[in-house]
């Protein structure tokens, strides 16, 4: 006689980036033990990996996981984690004070919110008549930074801004970015002066992502000072 099987409860939740309606279900047992195997590794690229497939594997709305900005997924990943193991986040917090990190505390990832950002400032003006409209880095583009130069090189830096190009524009065209023409765009980049250089790095700094005001008193008894820190990126919830 087969076993009977658990029909697992669905939610609803939306993308961050675009408003999009997504149906998820919990994760499973099995789906969390591969999660675990992957963060014991702290291989960035197999942890990025194994969330994009977990939340794979639980959203039953059509997406593209490779296509997806960074923080659509880790917003994805926060909510997912939630409705399969809890919505409290428990970590130890690293007093300002007197850098103590033994300090216990418990925070909703109902609160966890995407930081403000203006869809508007995909575009740059680089000159009065010449212009670059850039795009969030997806899934796929981090990968495949974590697994070359990597994006705290000078090298990954370039690659980054390159593969995040959406189009190069002027008064009369539009020259939209492709496989084809990355030299090209690479050319561009390296020929911006100082100045419009900056604007381009501005829109990296200026980039939505996930964060927390965090409040609580060290636990040391030698400190016991308040402490107010602002938590961001999906690392900052699991330290």
């Known amino acids: 006689m087969a076993l009977p099987k658990l029909d697992l409860p669905r939610h609803k939740t939306a993308l961050p980036s675009d408003g999009r309606e997504i149906i998820m279900r919990p994760y499973t047992v099995k789906e ?37 900005a960074g923080y659509d997924v880790e917003k994805l990943f926060l909510e997912l984690r939630g409705i399969s193991v809890g919505e409290k986040i428990t970590l130890n917090a690293k007093c300002v004070h007197c850098e ?5 505390v418990s925070l909703d990832v109902k609160d966890v919110e995407i930081s403000d950002w203006n869809p508007d400032d995909k575009i740059i003006k680089l000159s009065d ?10 899934t796929k583009t981090l990968m495949k930074m974590s697994g070359e130069h990597g994006i705290e090189t000078v090298e990954g830096i370039m690659e980054l801004i390159i593969a995040c190009v959406q189009n190069i524009f002027d008064d009369e065209n539009v020259f939209k970015a492709t496989d ?9 980049i390296e020929g911006l002066s100082t100045e419009q250089f900056k604007k381009v790095g501005n829109f ?27 938590l961001r990126g999906l690392q900052s919830f699991f330290t």
């Open 180 to 188: 084809d023409n990355q030299d090209e765009i690479k050319e561009f």
């Open 32 to 68: 969390e033990k591969l999660l675990l195997l992957a963060l014991e590794s702290q291989d960035a690229e197999q942890i990025t990996m194994a969330i994009s497939s977990l939340i794979d594997a639980c959203i039953e709305t059509e997406l593209d996981m490779s296509e997806l």
């Open 204 to 230: 990296f700094n200026s980039m939505p992502m996930l964060k927390y005001d965090l409040e609580f008193v060290c636990s040391n008894e030698k400190c016991k000072k308040e402490n107010k820190i602002e």
């Open 100 to 104: 103590d990190s033994h300090t216990e």
């Open 129 to 138: 008549s010449v212009g670059i409209t850039m795009m969030h880095p997806t």
